[in-house]
């Protein structure tokens, strides 16, 4: 049975593996660099900015000024640190090798806890980062990005699945709604995504 309590994550599970590097953007893929991407993002004054460089756990800071600290949630070590980033400039990735559902505790969960910036997702927001799907998850366990969710109750989730599309979806927490991009995520390599809702509207884009 589930855990009926509000949990706010931004994690990479299900049945494989996924890097995942909240950072700077790709130069390559912007054509911009790494500096001038970062002081872009903290000019919109962010809820948070993890860059995700920690050589270990248990906490991620956040460059935004105010926000509280991330943590770094698994068992069993299924985070890597220290890994190569995505932006040359010496910044490192955390990989995330969680394996089944994040509600069910006898799982081998990884992910970077962010539950006291819950209210950031009641009203409009936008969440980005890098990410580097290490191979295709299979069609019954997707891969997570952001969840936001009160099990079964509301919220939602976010991430892909075999299909390499990006999805939005809520019928883990109750609803009916899946969204899915027309854009398709490539795997083993970095790419910049965004997810964004303002209203009634959901976007979501790949680099």
């Given amino acids: 049975m589930g855990i009926v309590r509000w949990f706010v ?5 299900g049945c494989g593996r996924s890097g995942f590097d909240v950072t700077d ?10 500096t ?9 004054d962010p809820a948070a900015y993890f860059r995700l460089g920690e050589p270990a756990g248990p906490y991620a ?3 935004a000024p105010g926000a509280p600290p991330g943590i770094y949630t698994t068992t069993n070590d299924m ?3 220290g890994l190569a980033g995505a932006t040359g400039d010496g910044d490192t990735a955390v990989q995330f090798d969680g394996v089944g559902n994040l509600v069910l505790p006898t799982e081998e969960i990884a992910l970077l806890d962010i539950d006291p910036l819950r209210t950031t997702f009641d009203g409009d ?3 980005e980062g890098l990410i580097y799907p290490i191979g295709i998850p299979t069609a019954e366990s997707p891969y997570s990005f952001l969840v936001c969710e009160n099990y079964m109750n509301n919220g ?4 892909w699945q075999s299909s390499m599309r990006l999805r939005v979806w809520n019928d883990e927490a109750g609803g009916s709604t899946s969204l899915t991009s027309q854009l398709v995520l490539a795997p083993d390599r970095w790419q910049h995504v965004a997810i964004t809702k303002a209203g009634t509207t959901i976007a979501m884009y790949i680099d």
């Fill in 9 to 13: 994550v931004l994690a990479v599970m």
């Fill in 25 to 34: 953007a790709d130069s390559t893929t912007n054509d911009v660099s790494a």
């Fill in 36 to 44: 001038q991407y970062r002081n872009a993002v903290l000019a919109d």
């Fill in 61 to 63: 800071s956040s460059e």
């Fill in 79 to 81: 985070i890597r640190y």
């Fill in 125 to 127: 927001f936008t969440v």
């Fill in 156 to 159: 939602f989730r976010t991430g």
